[in-house]
């Protein structure tokens, strides 16, 4: 079993029977929970029970802690019932490393407490944050706000907000984990697609706060892994790029697959309109517009699953001593970025074709299909996926250049950086 100390193919085939079993449940709810703009707290429980919000908690604290292989099977498995249970569940997973790089008093914190729904929530690691700190005795006073995008911040014990801060030697990040009654979430997630995963701007309930020292962390130190956090399982050496976004992919496959299940069913014994075929399913357009559908999502499952299966093997190697070389990592995380955002393209085309095979009832609130077809779109938008930049910064390192060097949680630099910085950007 790569990836892991353990071995969770048992407890993964528990949660994926625990899952298929809550599908339907999840799928019938989705428009009320669209509705409300959130997920409901019976919705939250169900998922916890099936095991879903610990495939990537720690050992030690009773997590599952499966690979990021089999992580990226439960996330699919939920999405293909629901986009937005996909995304909350892929966020309770893959924000996972940011208290495991914040230091063992921290992972103390976020995992030994009981708690049902997912444990930590990540909002505004951006370059424009609008949060800061000051480094002041004892911890750091944080200001500003609000966090935008806050997903899983409604359900979660912490949220880790980033804040800029600036000590006369240039700005950088803080990761600052805060307790959810310091937060005051705002009703401002009305948006086209994931509508229900409540992924709301947080404000601070006073104007500031003080976090103590051990919960504000230099975000370089967070990505760098520089800081002991007391676990032993290969996955927290795993590189956070390739954990985080190969899972995203997998939101995408889900989804995909999803829609596709529902194409076939409603299309059996439907006929074609304009045609005199009584059964969708056999005509020959239907035939090769499946094919299409489903090289599209074969595609990304097959990047997504190698993206994933090389994250628990560089894991496995850092925790032996032996670590892949800088070069490495940055080209292998420039790849994931890009490849992930292909995946969600090619996803969210191939739901496209189903939704303009599927008549126009398709169009209707409460057709699951439309519904997915909004939240993929909503996948290729997110703020780390542009398809654009991503295949030049990956392209750049195919040509033996450097990528553009810019702050954020995916910066390419932190791996192997420029000799010549003015050069490279």
Same mark, same amino acid.
């Given at each position: 079993? #790569? ?10 085939? #528990?949660?994926?029977?625990?899952v ?14 669209? !509705? ?51 995304? $909350?569940?892929?966020? %309770? =997973?893959? #924000? ?31 370059? =424009?944050?609008?949060?800061?700190a ?18 899983? &911040? ?8 980033g ?7 240039? !700005? ?9 009654e ?18 709301? &701007? ?21 990505? %760098? ?8 399982? +290969?996955?927290?050496?795993?590189? &956070?790029l ?13 989804? @995909? ?17 304009g +045609? ?9 357009? +239907?035939?090769l ?16 699953? =190698?993206?994933?299966?090389? +994250? ?6 850092? @925790? ?22 292909? @995946? ?5 085309? @191939? ?7 599927? %008549? ?11 519904? =997915?077809?909004?939240?993929?779109r909503? $996948? ?19 040509a ?9 949680? #995916?910066?390419?630099? !932190? ?11």
């Open positions: 079993m #790569t990836g892991a100390t353990h071995d969770t193919s048992d407890r993964l085939a #528990t949660i994926l029977d625990n298929r079993a809550l599908g339907p449940t999840l799928r019938k709810r989705a428009l009320e929970a669209e !509705r409300a703009g959130r997920h409901s707290e019976e919705t939250i429980a169900d998922l916890d029970a099936t095991g879903a919000f610990g495939i990537g908690s720690p050992a030690e604290f009773g997590g599952d802690e499966l690979t990021v292989s089999q992580q990226l099977d439960v996330v699919s498995e939920v999405a293909s019932w629901d986009g937005s249970c996909g995304w $909350i569940v892929w966020v %309770g =997973a893959s #924000t996972n490393w940011i208290p495991a790089g914040s230091g063992a008093r921290v992972v103390e914190e976020v995992y030994g407490c009981d708690w049902v729904g997912p444990r930590v929530a990540g909002s505004s690691h951006f370059p =424009a944050s609008r949060g800061r000051k480094r002041v005795e004892g911890g750091w006073v944080v200001s500003g706000g609000p966090w935008t995008f806050g997903s899983d &911040s409604l359900w979660a014990p912490y949220t880790n907000l804040c800029i801060a600036d000590e006369g030697e240039g !700005r950088f990040l803080v990761g600052l984990q805060v307790p959810r310091e937060l005051r979430f705002l009703d401002d997630w009305q948006v086209a697609g994931m509508r229900a995963t409540g992924s709301v &701007s947080s404000t601070l309930v006073k104007d500031e706060l003080f976090v103590p020292d051990h919960r504000g962390v230099d975000f370089r130190d967070v990505v %760098g892994g520089k800081l002991d956090n007391g676990l032993k399982g +290969t996955i927290w050496k795993a590189p &956070s390739g954990w985080s976004f190969s899972l995203m992919a997998g939101m995408s496959i889900g989804i @995909a697959q999803g829609a596709l299940s529902r194409f076939m069913e409603r299309a059996a014994g439907r006929p074609l309109r +045609t005199s075929y009584k059964n969708q399913l056999e005509a020959p357009l +239907t035939h517009m499946l094919a299409e559908v489903h090289s599209k999502i074969q595609s990304a499952t097959l990047m997504a699953r =190698a993206n994933a299966e090389e +994250t628990d093997r560089l894991g496995e190697l850092s @925790a032996a001593g032996t670590p892949a070389d800088g070069d490495y990592l940055q080209k292998f995380s420039s790849r994931v970025l890009v490849e992930t955002a292909y @995946a969600a393209k090619w996803c969210s085309e @191939a739901i496209e074709l189903l939704q303009r095979n599927s %008549g126009s009832t398709a169009i209707m609130e409460s057709d699951p299909i439309q519904r =997915a077809w909004r939240d993929a909503v $996948i290729t938008l997110h703020g780390a996926l542009n398809l654009e930049a991503l295949s030049e910064n990956y392209g750049r390192l195919m033996g250049t450097q990528p553009h060097q810019f702050e954020g949680i #995916t910066t390419l630099d !932190r791996f192997a950086p420029a000799p010549n910085t003015s050069a490279s950007r």
